[in-house]
């Protein structure tokens, strides 16, 4: 295990698709508000952010996924995001990335470094 990985939860709770599960995470000594998702059997991490007005994406509190299910919805103005790279694909922030967060999987949780 490295030094300072903090667990955010259990593997489980990820399903592909749906909910996510929000964190916060330290960066550059101060916590910001962060989420996990599943996509694609994989955790992908972001600062919860959106790009265009700097609200966080998710109206309901783990609900970042647009009905598709294929990208990370904006609930203020509809940005899409693409899951896998956080690229806004659609809406006034296009071309924008949301701030990835390293999350990794072991172990039957998941887990992020605390300044990354
Ligand atoms: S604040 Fe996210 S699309 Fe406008």
């Not at 550059?28 to 972001?46: C, D, I, K, N, T």
Request: aromatic share 10%.
């Amino acid at each position: 295990m490295v030094g300072h990985e903090r667990l955010i939860c259990s593997s489980a709770e990820l399903v592909d698709g749906g909910d996510g599960v929000r964190f916060q995470v330290t960066r550059q000594g101060g916590s910001l508000p962060a989420f996990v998702v599943r996509w694609r059997a994989m955790p992908y991490a972001y600062v919860n952010e959106c790009q265009h007005q700097s609200t966080e994406l998710d109206w309901n509190a783990g609900d970042f996924f647009d009905e598709s299910k294929l990208y990370l919805m904006c609930a203020t103005h509809g940005a899409l995001y693409d899951p896998g790279s956080g690229l806004c694909v659609s809406g006034p922030c296009h071309g924008a990335r949301l701030t990835p967060v390293k999350v990794c999987e072991r172990d039957g949780g998941i887990f992020c470094a605390e300044d990354g």
